[in-house]
C-alpha cells in the first residue's frame, strides 16, 4: 500500500546549526503537508505544498516539493530552542482529507 | 473560537472496558478524523467523516466505531479495550471546500489499557 517514509528518525544539532528532514512517497502526491509537534503537544499544521518543484518560505523554515510530486524537505537555518519538536510530513491517502503520515523527524538541540 | 477539544485528557481502562472518547469543533468543519499515535510513530487514521451522518473506516479501524450526528461532535467509541489500543488519540478537523486541507488538531487523550 502507500507509504510516506521519512528520515532521519532523529537529528541532534547544535543551537545555531541547520536542520534537515526528507519524506519520500512510493507514490505521486497530489499535494504535501507540514506539521510540528512539539513535546507532550499536538500536531500543528506548518505548511501545504500543491505544485511541483514548489518552494515556500516561513522565516528561517524553506519547504521543497520535488519536480515529481514523490519527495519533499524542511530545512531550518540557525536552529534555534523554540524549533524543538517533532516535524512531519504528510499526504493524502485516498482522498486530500484522509492523511498518510510519515513517521517524523525529532530535532534534538544539544545542550 | 475554542477550536477542537477533546476528552478527557488522560484515562485508565482495563483489558474488556468499553469508554468513549468525545471530540467536538466549533469552527463548522465538515470533515473530522480520528487518529492515533503511537511512540516513534506518525499518525495512523482510525475513523472519518466528511460530514454529519457519513463515516469511514482509516487505516486502522478494528476495535473502534464512531458516529456523527452533528457537525461538531464526533466521538470514538472503543468497544472492548485491550493493551495494543495503550496510544495518544487526536481528534482533528479541517474545511472540506476549496484547496486548503489544513487540519486542526486537539490537545489529545492519552489511553492506557491495563
Known amino acids: 500500500g502507500q507509504q510516506v517514509m521519512q528520515i532521519p528518525q532523529y537529528q541532534h544539532v547544535q543551537e545555531g546549526e541547520d536542520f534537515t528532514t526528507y519524506c519520500n512517497s512510493s507514490?505521486?502526491?497530489?499535494?504535501i503537508q507540514w506539521y510540528k509537534q512539539r513535546p507532550g503537544g499536538h500536531p500543528v499544521f506548518l505548511i501545504q505544498l500543491v505544485k511541483s518543484g514548489e518552494v515556500k518560505k516561513q522565516k528561517r523554515l524553506t519547504f521543497q516539493f520535488g519536480e515529481a510530486k514523490k519527495n519533499s524537505s524542511l530545512h531550518i537555518t540557525a536552529t534555534q530552542t523554540t524549533d524543538v519538536g517533532t516535524y512531519f510530513c504528510a499526504g493524502p491517502w485516498d482522498s486530500n482529507y484522509q492523511l498518510i503520515w510519515g513517521a517524523g523527524t525529532k530535532l534534538i538541540i544539544k545542550p | 473560537n475554542a477550536g477542537v477539544t477533546q476528552t478527557p485528557k488522560f484515562q485508565v481502562l482495563k483489558t474488556g472496558q468499553s469508554m468513549t472518547l468525545q471530540c467536538a469543533q466549533d469552527?463548522?468543519?465538515?470533515?473530522m478524523s480520528w487518529y492515533r499515535q503511537d511512540p516513534g510513530m506518525g499518525l495512523r487514521l482510525i475513523h472519518y467523516?466528511?460530514?454529519?451522518?457519513?463515516?469511514d473506516q482509516g487505516e486502522v479501524p478494528n476495535g473502534y466505531n464512531v458516529s456523527r450526528s452533528t457537525t461538531e461532535d464526533f466521538p470514538l467509541r472503543l468497544l472492548s479495550a485491550a493493551p495494543s489500543q495503550t496510544s495518544v488519540y487526536f481528534c482533528?478537523?479541517?474545511?472540506?471546500?476549496?484547496?486548503?486541507?489544513?487540519?486542526?488538531f486537539g490537545p489529545g487523550t492519552r489511553l492506557t489499557v491495563t
Open positions: 507514490t505521486t502526491l497530489s499535494n
Open positions: 467523516s466528511v460530514g454529519a451522518g457519513i463515516t
Open positions: 482533528a478537523s479541517s474545511y472540506s471546500i476549496g484547496t486548503d486541507y489544513e487540519q486542526y
Open positions: 469552527m463548522n468543519h465538515e470533515y
